[in-house]
């Protein structure tokens, strides 16, 4: 019985979004940190990204402290894509 029901938008579904999303990279931008980082100790990050806000895993790329709220610059991705290491940005 669903598929009698939902047969008629299959046509409409199969032509929405066909690729996908494109991947958005991260790598030169700046965001915001959303809790402190230190050596080992990651934390969440928030971009700005065409007016939308994402979140991202971050990670120290010195391994310096730093604090909740601080300005970073997104430096590189990790080995495993799980996530980045930032660097202070002083504007």
Known sequence: ?????????KSFFK???????????????KATLLSSISEEKMGNA?????????SI??????GEPLPYGASILIIKRSADHNYYLVQSYNE
Request: net charge neutral; aromatic share 8%.
């Open 1 to 9: 019985m669903t598929k009698v029901l939902t047969n008629p938008f």
């Open 57 to 62: 895993y971050v990670k120290s790329l010195t």
């Open 15 to 29: 032509n929405l979004n066909k690729d996908g999303d494109a991947p958005i990279d991260y790598l030169g931008r």
């Open 46 to 54: 928030e971009v700005k990204v065409n007016g939308d806000s994402m």
